[in-house]
């Protein structure tokens, strides 16, 4: 186990952060660029790494490229792909405390949070390397002018995977390994402010023989990000971040009719009804906010609550999340870390001016903690009395705010919950499982959780309007790394006889 009293004294265990790791090689930068990484607790480098130029970009894309059309592993069985993704999953088992300790260091994760959802990302290699043997690759059918039919599911091509730096494994996890199975090659470009885990995964690809040019993982700011969009030996876009940059990549790959998969921003709603507990509710979504720091897209931010009730559970909202113990990442009595970047704290803080000049009430929260005089940190804050038409009800604040809104009844709540342009997550709470059903098929986001925040990604995740195109995870998250091709032959195939 990691002492974590000692973790910031302990060296970084990475074995080629002056490096990319392209074409299956760790890989000198063509250029002496290299980008520091805070520590989003100490304000301090935490570690170095080697930048990625155009000339870096241009060498991953031709790798992959040539990987997809020049090497077997497009042809080779689903089976055969599937052994290394359980690979890939077993080097990650063994390096779970040392990807979490990268994790807390860069973006703030409370540390055994970190843990947790680490330890749930080699299960997801595993997940779809057991889809090799029972997805319908090849579908036999009956043509109606030939003797024999068959639609097979053949790899997209090369994948262009872009994730941000809040959840950087576990996203590039649900772009890597469905692309891996279904026989795309991949560029992997990791977040400039949070690579360590990253390169953890590409170490590991290195020591499992993951052929050469299949997956590249290169880093790097906004300008080799729309280099790989707009590269034409890029097939398709897997993207997840803001809505702004979402739709800019949508425009990008209209342009040249690329394949795209998005997973934006979302301004997730809690819709309580009246026969709910508010003590119990308050507890639930104060809970739930800390994860991550507020710093994750489907937060359920906007709680509506009727007006008759709005009051006490403003105040019960506002007792319980105030209560929240915010500090280092590492300390076990810590809920609530720091943000992950200066920038982020400041547009959380400037958020929270903003709420307050249009006339939302503070209920707790709203500064920097006195406590701390170092480190990205923002208190946990409730806001009462906001406005569904207001800044903070409509723009995604990526930070530890909620949003207590009135509703004249329920159904003014469901059209308070939709009245945004997201639709990423969304929760009812109340008594009666009829009503939940009933509300959540109104609802219009790509989850419903009952009772509280609940995603299942085995199931498919993925919003409405705004808040993205296309589902990650799940059976579901293979469509979008494959192309259908109809084949019609004048007799039967051996292999179909």
């Not at 779809?128 to 039919?149: I, N, R």
């Not at 720091?293 to 009730?309: A, H, P």
């Amino acid at each position: 186990m990691i002492d974590l009293l000692t973790v910031r004294d302990t060296p970084i265990n990475l074995k080629h952060p002056d490096r990319l790791y392209i074409d299956g090689k760790w890989t000198l930068p063509q250029s002496a660029s290299s980008l520091d990484v805070i520590d989003a607790a100490t304000e301090q480098t935490f570690f170095r790494i080697a930048g990625t130029g155009p000339g870096d970009m241009d060498a991953a894309i031709a790798a992959a490229r040539n990987a997809f059309d020049h090497s077997p592993w497009p042809f080779l069985e689903p089976t055969q792909r599937a052994e290394y993704l359980r690979k890939l999953a077993a080097g990650l088992r063994a390096r779970i405390e040392e990807a979490a300790t990268f994790w807390t260091r860069q973006t703030g994760v409370v540390f055994g949070m970190s843990v947790g959802s680490i330890s749930r990302v080699p299960a997801l290699f595993d997940y779809y390397a057991d889809l090799a043997t029972s997805y319908p690759w090849v579908t036999p059918g009956s043509p109606e002018f030939a003797a024999f039919g068959a639609v097979v599911n053949e790899p997209v091509g090369v994948v262009g995977a872009i994730v941000p730096w809040n959840t950087p494994l576990s996203l590039a996890a649900y772009k890597i390994a469905p692309a891996l199975l279904a026989g795309c090659t991949v560029v992997l470009k990791a977040p400039p402010e949070a690579p360590g885990e990253l390169y953890i995964l590409a170490e590991i690809a290195d020591e499992i023989g993951l052929p050469p040019g299949v997956l590249n993982v290169v880093n790097g700011h906004r300008e080799v990000s729309q280099q790989l969009v707009r590269d034409p030996r890029v097939d398709k876009i897997a993207f997840t971040g803001s809505s702004a940059v979402g739709r800019q990549i949508a425009a990008t790959c209209g342009e040249r009719l690329a394949r795209y998969t998005l997973e934006l921003g979302g301004k997730s709603a809690a819709v309580i009804l009246d026969d709910y507990d508010l003590s119990i509710a308050a507890a639930a979504i104060s809970a739930q906010e800390t994860s991550l720091n507020g710093q994750v897209c489907m937060s359920l931010t906007r709680v509506i609550v009727t007006k008759s009730r709005h009051d006490e559970f403003a105040e019960a909202l506002g007792s319980v999340f105030g209560s929240v113990r915010v500090g280092d990442p590492f300390d076990p009595e810590t809920q609530l870390g720091p943000l992950a970047l200066a920038k982020q704290q400041e547009s959380v803080l400037g958020y929270i001016r903003t709420a307050q000049d249009e006339g939302a009430t503070l209920v707790t929260g709203g500064n920097r903690p006195g406590h701390l005089d170092r480190g990205y940190f923002v208190e946990p804050t409730v806001f009462a009395n906001v406005d569904n038409r207001s800044t903070i009800a409509q723009e995604e604040i990526f930070g530890p705010v909620l949003s207590v809104i009135p509703a004249e009844n329920e159904e003014h709540a469901i059209e308070l919950a939709n009245g945004t342009p997201y639709g990423l997550n969304s929760a009812v709470f109340t008594n009666d499982i009829d009503r939940a059903y009933q509300v959540a098929r109104r609802l219009r986001s790509g989850t419903v959780g009952h009772n509280g925040f609940k995603t299942d990604t085995r199931m498919g995740f993925g919003g409405f309007k705004q808040s993205g195109v296309g589902r990650e995870g799940g059976i579901q998250g293979v469509f979008p790394y494959l192309e259908s091709k109809t084949v019609l032959l004048d007799g039967t195939p051996t292999r179909f006889q």
